[in-house]
């Protein structure tokens, strides 16, 4: 992902021979090749901004979410507590099979 932006390597820098005038290396062939090295160091801070933002968002995100499953979790405790606590709630479909059975035994299944 990032390596289309980096020019060179440890080991390439390591490796690197500078040729040798009658003064010494080459000022011009040093300083290209420090540019070189500027370049890349410049392109690593912005990779390390980028994913240090990155590593804020998803934290602050994982934070967030944590927060919702708890709240979700008590929500959800509460509300089988709640249902385990009381009877089931009867309603008139209940009340009119119950009255519908009890006419059958007092008057007998024939009086339907």
């Known amino acids: 992902m990032y390596n289309d932006k980096i020019y060179l390597t440890p080991q390439e820098i390591l490796e ?16 290209k090749y420090l540019d070189m ?3 890349d160091y410049t392109e ?12 804020k968002d998803l934290t602050e995100d994982s934070y967030t979410l944590k927060q919702e499953i ?9 509300a089988e507590s709640e249902a385990a606590a009381s009877p089931k709630a ?4 209940d009340l ?4 519908s059975q009890l ?10």
């Not at 708890?70 to 509460?78: C, N, P, T, W, Y």
């Open 70 to 78: 708890r709240r979700l979790q008590e929500a959800l405790d509460q």
């Open 44 to 55: 690593y801070n912005n990779i390390i901004r980028d994913l240090e933002k990155q590593v």
């Open 96 to 99: 009119l099979r119950r009255i």
């Open 37 to 39: 090295i500027i370049r």
């Open 90 to 93: 009867v309603t008139n479909v």
């Open 16 to 31: 690197h021979d500078f040729k040798i005038d009658a003064r010494g290396y080459r000022p011009q062939e040093v300083d």
């Open 103 to 112: 006419e059958k035994v007092v008057f007998g299944k024939n009086n339907e």
